[in-house]
């Protein structure tokens, strides 16, 4: 290996069908290109966005660097300093004992929770059970990620109880009757002498939050050697306390740099506390489907890494006044609208402002929910539709849910991101805020306007 490929075959490197690029349209399955994308206001990073400028420049340097070491030495060698250094800068970012740092990088964090589930199968060295909530917020791709990593021998050593989050017609279940359901799925787990590990999500798919910190720890205190925890952090949409504390709890945390941080996708990692050392894997280079070290994982990481930085430099004030504006020109627009509608969460007692809210839409006409196919054409018209002031507005992809009427529809997200939050802090006090509420209004009503345009 002489030389890494140009930046936008990097960002894509050891991907799979979700990032594989369309050849007529260069846009992969979540509707986003290796580059950077102007005139396009992205209220996607639930989901996917492009790539920032300035974290693109990042990966440049980063290539350069990297070609300028592949002349004089291994890449196998060169990809283990490189992601050496990638943890370190890491845990410098997010203030973390490196020295009791487990850290493994992954394509995704759906590898990451197949990591999870193998390493817990070594923790109790016995079947298992993994009791999670229901999958259409977290993705089925997880559950099936977290059964393949427990997988030995071609047959699978957990079993998964999935517990109701949401009521049929779609509104959030009460904290206390999640809870509860958590609770009794890992007290019958344990009376039939099964280990548990417990899936605990912080920021599903819809913004929710579950099952309850206190019910985790209570279960994982009480029988440490029967009860893991892994946070689904994948979102990464939490302070650095926050984190710092699940790892000192004993916890696994799977991370993504490339929802909010905005990296491209495959953009994964699997995290734990010094309590794991003695089961975690050995570092190995990932290698792409050629066998070529993976170098694409490292840059999109660099470009994670990059906006990480910058954005933890943003006094943690001013990250909640920005948060907070946004919230508020959120809960606002959707008042106006009569054709949307926030979907109700479950935050665990969290007050702090939120950056990810889903979106009902109802048909304007006969106030019924939206079809599955019609949420899917919504979205993406809105995608290409140019609105009145040269933008286009996108947001998150639709996730299945239950309607109002007891029919099955889905609903869309509006997210922040670090990249956007940033931007608003560059900007006057005021200016921030209006810019905030004009961007936001604009995605909503362009929303509406799109839906007013079904039959």
Not at 42 to 56: D, G, K, L, N, V
Not at 321 to 340: L, N, P, S
Not at 378 to 386: G, I, K, L, N, S
């Amino acid at each position: 290996m002489h030389k890494l490929d140009t930046i936008s075959r990097l960002l894509v490197q050891g991907g799979d069908a979700r990032t594989t690029l369309a050849p007529d349209t260069g846009v992969n399955r979540y509707g986003v290109s290796p580059g950077p994308r102007s005139g396009q206001v992205e209220f996607s990073s639930s989901t996917a966005s492009h790539i920032a400028p300035q974290a693109w420049f990042a990966v440049e340097r980063f290539r350069t660097r990297i070609n300028a070491d592949l002349a004089q030495g291994c890449a196998a060698d060169l990809w283990q300093r490189e992601e050496r250094r990638i943890r370190k800068a890491f845990a410098q970012i997010w203030q973390l004992d490196e020295a009791r740092l487990q850290w493994s990088l992954q394509r995704s964090g759906t590898h990451a929770h197949a990591l999870a589930s193998a390493l817990a199968y070594r923790k109790f060295g016995r079947p298992f059970r993994i009791v999670m909530g229901e999958f259409s917020e977290t993705g089925s791709q997880v559950s099936l990620a977290l059964l393949k990593g427990s997988r030995r021998n071609g047959e699978n050593m957990a079993d998964i109880r999935e517990v109701p989050v949401r009521n049929l017609d779609g509104s959030a279940r009460s904290v206390k009757a999640v809870d509860q359901d958590f609770y009794r799925a890992i007290a019958e787990a344990l009376a039939e002498d099964l280990p548990v590990l417990v899936v605990r999500v912080a920021e599903s798919k819809s913004g929710s939050i579950f099952p309850s910190l206190d019910l985790l720890r209570m279960f994982t205190g009480r029988s440490p050697g029967s009860v893991a925890g892994l946070v689904d952090c994948a979102q990464l949409r939490c302070g650095a306390a926050e984190l710092a504390d699940y790892l000192a709890a004993g916890f696994m945390v799977a991370v993504t740099g490339s929802k909010f941080y905005g990296a491209p996708a495959f953009c994964g990692a699997l995290l734990a506390g010094d309590q794991w050392q003695q089961a975690w894997p050995a570092a190995s280079v990932d290698v792409d489907e050629g066998g070529r070290p993976n170098f694409g994982l490292l840059a999109r990481w660099e470009a994670a890494l990059f906006t990480m930085s910058r954005f933890q430099r943003v006094p943690g004030e001013m990250r909640e006044r920005i948060t907070g504006r946004f919230q508020h020109a959120v809960m606002q627009a959707t008042a106006e609208i009569g054709a949307v509608s926030l979907l109700d969460v479950i935050r665990d007692g969290r007050r702090e402002p939120r950056s990810l809210f889903a979106i009902r839409c109802t048909h304007p006409g006969t106030g019924r929910s939206l079809s599955h196919e019609e949420v899917d054409l919504v979205y993406r018209r809105m995608r290409e539709r140019e609105q009145g002031n040269g933008s286009r507005y996108v947001l998150g992809q639709p996730v299945a849910c239950g309607g109002k009427d007891y029919l099955r529809t889905q609903y869309l997200r509006l997210s922040l991101s670090a990249h956007m939050l940033i931007d608003a802090c560059r900007l006057p006090d005021g200016d921030s805020e209006g810019w905030l509420q004009s961007e936001v209004s604009f995605a909503l009503h362009a929303l509406n306007e799109e839906i007013a345009r079904l039959p």
